[in-house]
């Protein structure tokens, strides 16, 4: 067998291995029992007439579906002398990194818990069981003294690692000179130019129709608007998720696009779904962990003072309450470099079998860590299937926002990129912000990390997010922030401190993001 | 056919540089690791594996004894193969890597090895898919894999993240 071939078997041994225990192995196998009724399926010729049935009855569609979600979140198999630690991160250096950021968000935490005297978990007496029972629909209204609590860090702490971060093989030289990159990140990863993401993001071109552009009212909707509705509508009767995926590249109508996500992502709410989000709800009630306050802490602070997102504060606390208690999250750890923080039942430390994950899932939140979950409340309003779409949202790629690894679409290669973009296609604004003291990244870390949520306008942040989807990439936070600089040159340029630099980027909400984007990628001369 | 490893001898690197070692202040961009097998009787060899560690280019060149009279000659058997893409950037430079026989353009294979099994015909593919039953042996494969971890593994109940009913903690482990 040629190498390529031995690949394929293996992707598709792995692919099949993870099925076998999903609830689609377990509906196809009915539906394969249930159909030997049916006069069509006769058995001489079984085989051949199940797969012809699932054809015509939908399920190989559902089938190609999961299949397709498998291959965009898992990475590649790798070679098979990689040790685990390989598919996480590749590159050592970095693994080191997250290793050591991760030990001392440990040490924050354990300190902030013998400061308070606070334990990690404790179960909840059956009384206050009760009482959270019975306002889980308004937990709003509670005001908690969360005083004392302090977010365990904040995006520019996280900054501050990310610019210390060196390879130990690279040569760069003490001083100053032209091998050393102008910008804070300092390590050599691949990132993209323009022309190479014009190629990457093609459908965002002038030639084509885009949502957020061609569907202003100035705009006939003859011309673009309504055939791509009718296209949308048609993608959705299909219910093909590759589909689905390739449509949102050009915006997503907005009575659509709570099912387009929902299909890209691979979530139908089966009764199956909802049980588990009410195991979780259950978990909720019985237990008390210390991350809750944070959660509480961080919903209070980013989420309830927006104009946007307060609205929704108690469907905040109802996903991100329970998404603290769902192991099924661990799993992603496989392929993120990050890991799950461990503690042991109390009296058996070092003891395997007392050892356990805290959280549960394994997820410290942070500073701003609700603002992932509060615009997926504009598309969906029953709390389970909110709650699925923002960990599936989570575990393909909010997680890669907030941990260091070399990934293209990790926090780290698009703050390279962002930068690159500044420095190669903007340079004399890049040297002038970086002669005042406000190097570029400072000021447009905190938009990639929220992946723009509560600085943007919700409509434009959605169609943003759209294109996250669709092109199953981060990169295009990068580009739209260098976009925003682009924007905002002639202004910056006239000022001569990091403060009115800031002040000049302050408010990104009138920011159209489309026209940005596609005048930096297809429109600048460069 | 079963694959078994052979045990070798990685010698230290060597640096090509021309000049003075001592005075040229540049660093060689071309080093060479010489690999001796001892010992060891004829073999096919069908794979070498490897860690890369942020090496661009690789070129493999063989010593063949083809008689008792005739001097050891040198072969290459792979030129400047292309482990990173962009050489300055980290792309490939800590990656796994094989090297299989079939990539050795020139396959007449140096005779010291053993004679080696001619290439069998490759079983007509359907439409470019891999072979039904290979792939099944394969999941076989998998599913053993899986059992064997899943039996090793003391994980707490699917689903539950205590310990019979009991999520008391002390404080987060640095381990």
Known sequence: ?526 | MSRVSVPCHVKGTVALQVGDVRTSHGRPGVLVIDVTFPSVAPFELQEITFKNYYTAFLSIRVRQHTSMHTPAKWVTCLRDHCLMPNPHSEEGAQDYVSLFKHQSPSMTFPKWLSHPVPCEQPVPLLEGLPDPSRVSSEVQQMWALTEMIRASHTSARIGRFDVDGCYDLNLLSYT
Not at chain 1, 103 to 116: D, F, G, Y
Not at chain 1, 249 to 274: F, H, K, M, V, Y
């Open chain 1, 1 to 526: 067998m040629s190498q390529e071939e031995s690949d394929i078997s293996l992707i598709i041994a792995q692919i099949v291995q993870k099925l076998k225990g999903s609830n689609l192995y377990a509906q196809l196998e009915r539906q394969a029992w249930a159909s030997l009724q049916r006069p069509e399926i006769k058995l001489e010729s079984l085989k051949e007439d199940i797969k012809e049935f699932f054809k015509i009855s939908g399920w190989e569609k559902k089938l190609q579906n999961a299949v397709y979600s498998e291959l965009s979140v898992f990475p590649l198999p790798s070679h098979p002398a990689a040790p685990p630690e390989h598919l996480k991160e590749p590159l050592v250096y970095m693994r080191k990194a997250q290793g050591s950021w991760e030990k001392r968000i440990l040490k924050s935490l354990n300190s902030m818990c013998t400061e308070l005297s606070i334990p990690l978990a404790r179960k909840r007496p059956v009384g206050e069981q009760k009482e959270l029972l019975n306002k889980w629909n308004e937990m709003g209204t509670d005001e908690p003294d969360l005083s004392l609590f302090r977010p365990v860090y904040a995006p520019k702490d996280f900054l501050e690692v990310l610019i210390n971060l060196r390879n130990p093989n690279y040569e760069n030289g003490d001083s100053l000179s032209f091998r050393t990159h102008l910008g804070l990140i300092q390590v050599p990863l691949k990132v993209k130019d323009i022309p190479e993401l014009k190629e990457c993001f093609i459908e965002l071109g002038l030639n084509t129709g885009q949502l957020g552009i061609d569907d202003s009212t100035q705009v006939p909707p003859e011309l673009f608007e309504n055939e791509h509705v009718r296209i949308g509508q048609k993608v959705l009767a299909e219910q093909d998720s590759a589909a689905a995926q390739q449509y949102v590249r050009q915006g997503s109508p907005t009575a659509l696009r709570a099912e387009l996500w929902a299909l890209i992502l691979n979530i139908s709410s089966q009764p199956e779904d909802i049980l588990y989000y009410e195991q979780l709800k259950t978990n909720v009630i019985q237990h008390d962990l210390l991350v809750d306050s944070l959660i509480y802490k961080d919903v209070k602070l980013t989420a309830s003072n927006d104009d946007y997102y307060f609205v929704f504060e108690d469907y905040l606390y109802q996903v991100l309450l329970c998404f603290s208690r769902d192991t099924s999250v661990l799993s992603h750890f496989a392929y993120n470099s990050a890991s799950p923080p461990k503690s042991y039942i109390r009296g058996k430390l070092g003891l395997e079998e007392y050892a356990v994950f805290y959280p549960p899932n394994g997820v410290i939140p942070f500073h701003g860590f609700s603002m992932y979950v509060a615009p997926l409340c504009f598309l969906y309003h029953e709390p389970s299937k909110l709650y699925q779409i923002f960990r599936e949202m989570y575990v393909r790629f909010f997680f890669r926002l907030h941990s260091i690894s070399s990934h293209p679409s990790g926090i780290v290669s698009l703050c390279l990129l962002f930068e690159t973009l500044l420095q190669t296609y903007l340079p004399q604004l890049f040297y002038h912000l970086r002669e005042i003291g406000a190097q570029p990244l400072r000021i447009s870390f905190k938009w990639m990390v929220r992946a723009f949520s509560g600085y943007l306008a919700t409509d434009q942040l959605l169609l943003l997010w759209d294109r996250i989807l669709g092109y199953n990439s981060l990169e295009i936070l990068a580009v739209l922030a260098a976009a925003v600089f682009a924007f905002r040159a002639v202004n910056l340029m006239e000022v001569t401190s990091l403060a009115a630099a800031e002040a000049v980027l302050a408010d990104l909400s009138t920011l159209k993001v489309m026209p940005l984007l596609q005048i930096f990628l297809f429109a600048t001369v460069t």
